[in-house]
């Protein structure tokens, strides 16, 4: 059934109070809110009320068996929902929250299964976004709040991705600004001796080697083999996918150019829509491919990793309004947040390289 949504801007800069209230009252009363953080948008809801929880997997059409992350106002907050507290939590939690890093821990019995996804873990963040942080303090509980986005679609980091695929799916949208790191946060698992992320983001696997010491990358995030099982429940369904067919170019930008009119040439007859993916650097050496096919549309990513993690569900969204076929991207160093943006890169292109 079609939900009546109520949709109210908010400004991160003057934030009014009385609108936060109504929302944060709206989440305590078991309804469902989209709300702005500095990752992506989130689509929240009472993380402690099995039935409110229950509606974000309704909304979002997302499998019972993935997880919700768990957002909190106060560090202090966290201690009646987990049991036995790491000392690398508590060094973690110091040197980086309030911020974009999610930790696993053993939940308490005050966290449902419909939260947890069956698990006996829970997966929980302080985020450092002031509406965020305002809303979840006025509505009194933790706040179960996955991306605000379809199952298998792109992250929303802006209002506009979320009013046409949510307005009657949820009970309120808070509309703010376009979301500062752009990619999720960074999920970290300390159940054994060397702490493993299980999804990388902004804060990198370098940042977590410093406060940590050693640190490793789930396996399964290197390989696509079927058989290498993801740690992170979610990690293994289809992922930020747009109509368009993706394909990543490797070998540098001087390969992409060449191959790119290559493939062009090979593509001329068949009318479909070709969107070139690349940093808004290298725009000017596909000019003469512009001029030579009139169906490329060359799209900029951004001028610095920090850029391209920023805009790149935005240009994934891009891609279906402008019914683009599809889509060749440039490939990213796996450093820093570069792990970030090729995780998502490689998932949205459903692992295909030329
Ligand atoms: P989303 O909120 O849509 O960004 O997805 C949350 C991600 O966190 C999914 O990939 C989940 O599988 C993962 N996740 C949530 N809870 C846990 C947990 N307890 N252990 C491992 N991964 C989790
Ligand atoms: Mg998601």
């Known amino acids: 059934m079609k939900k009546n949504t109520l949709i109210e801007k908010i400004d991160p800069d003057n934030i009014d109070?009385?609108?936060?209230?109504?929302?944060?009252?709206?989440?305590?009363?078991?309804?469902?809110?989209?709300?702005?953080?500095?990752?992506?948008?989130?689509?929240g809801a009472n993380a402690l009320d099995e039935q409110a929880a229950s509606k974000i997997y309704i909304a979002k059409g997302r499998p019972s068996d993935n997880p919700l992350l768990v957002h909190v106002a106060e560090r202090e907050d966290i201690n009646p929902l987990v049991v036995d507290m790491d000392e690398r939590a508590k060094k973690l939690i110091d040197r980086f929250w309030p911020g974009p890093l999610t930790i696993v821990f053993k939940k308490s019995d005050l966290i449902p299964k419909v939260t947890s996804g069956g698990l006996d873990t829970v997966?929980?963040?302080m985020p450092s976004d002031k509406v965020a942080r305002a809303l979840i303090k006025a509505s009194g509980v933790p706040i179960a709040a996955p991306s605000a986005n379809l199952s298998g679609k792109p992250s929303?980091?802006?209002?506009?991705?979320?009013?046409?695929?949510?307005?009657?799916?949820?009970?309120?949208?808070?509309?703010?600004?376009?979301?500062?790191?752009?990619?999720?946060?960074?999920?970290?698992?300390?159940?054994?001796?060397?702490?493993?992320?299980?999804?990388?983001?902004?804060?990198?696997?370098?940042?977590?080697?410093?406060?940590?010491?050693?640190v490793i990358l789930d396996p399964s995030l290197s390989s696509h083999d079927d058989n290498i099982k993801a740690k992170a429940p979610g990690m293994k369904y289809k992922h930020y996918s747009p109509n368009a067919n993706i394909?990543?170019?490797?070998?540098?930008?001087?390969?992409?150019?060449?191959?790119?009119?290559?493939?062009?040439?090979?593509?001329?007859?068949?009318?479909?829509?070709?969107?070139?993916?690349?940093?808004?650097?290298n725009i000017s050496r596909f000019e003469e491919l512009k001029l030579k096919f009139k169906n490329v549309h060359v799209l900029s990513l951004g001028c610095t990793y920090e850029?391209?993690?920023?805009n790149l569900f935005d240009v994934l969204i891009d891609l279906d309004r402008r019914?683009?076929?599809?889509?060749?991207?440039?490939?990213?160093?796996?450093?820093?947040?570069?792990?970030?943006?090729?995780?998502?890169?490689?998932?949205?292109?459903?692992?295909?390289f030329v």
């Open 123 to 125: 997966a929980i963040r």
């Open 247 to 281: 394909f990543m170019v490797t070998g540098g930008i001087d390969r992409f150019v060449e191959l790119s009119e290559f493939l062009l040439e090979m593509r001329a007859n068949d009318e479909k829509k070709i969107a070139i993916l690349c940093m808004k650097q």
């Open 156 to 214: 929303p980091t802006k209002p506009e991705h979320i009013i046409a695929d949510m307005d009657g799916r949820v009970d309120g949208i808070l509309v703010g600004g376009f979301c500062d790191f752009g990619v999720e946060s960074t999920i970290v698992d300390l159940s054994d001796d060397v702490p493993m992320v299980l999804r990388p983001g902004a804060i990198t696997l370098e940042m977590l080697k410093e406060v940590l010491g050693d």
């Open 307 to 310: 850029e391209v993690a920023r």
């Open 17 to 43: 109070s009385k609108v936060v209230e109504q929302f944060g009252k709206m989440l305590a009363d078991g309804k469902t809110v989209i709300f702005p953080t500095e990752t992506v948008y989130g689509l």
């Open 323 to 352: 019914n683009i076929d599809v889509a060749y991207a440039e490939t990213f160093e796996e450093t820093g947040i570069g792990v970030a943006i090729m995780n998502r890169l490689k998932k949205s292109a459903g692992y295909k």
